[in-house]
């Protein structure tokens, strides 16, 4: 009993670990920033790369500049909206990400 609930405890860290949910920002070839969120970062990234999203098709390359991680999806889709929706928010991070965004190009 004692091994079996240490092994469920483990598998519970493993895939608590691997469940992380993204807020990136990229920055397309005209300088102008798009938001968005997902489970799988890496994924997300080559689908935009070879012009899977409809948004980015024709504005690629693209580069990412900035991301966050969150173990909740909702977190993550509540930060996107935020960023999306409210200037001083969006405002905010660009000013952080100053010298970031001027080396993106």
Request: proline share 1%.
């Amino acid at each position: 009993m004692f091994w079996r609930g240490l092994f469920l405890y483990f598998l519970n860290l493993k895939y608590n670990e691997t469940m992380m949910y993204y807020v990136y920002l990229l920055k397309d070839r005209f300088g102008k920033i798009y938001i968005g969120h997902t489970n799988n970062l890496k994924r997300k990234l080559q689908e935009h790369a070879k012009g899977r999203s409809k948004y980015l098709r024709l504005r690629r390359p693209v580069k990412l500049i900035y991301y966050e991680a969150y173990l909740s999806a909702e977190d993550a889709r509540e930060r996107e909206r935020s960023l999306k929706n409210y200037g001083s928010v969006l405002s905010g991070l660009r000013s952080r990400l100053k010298n970031s965004l001027k080396s993106a190009k």
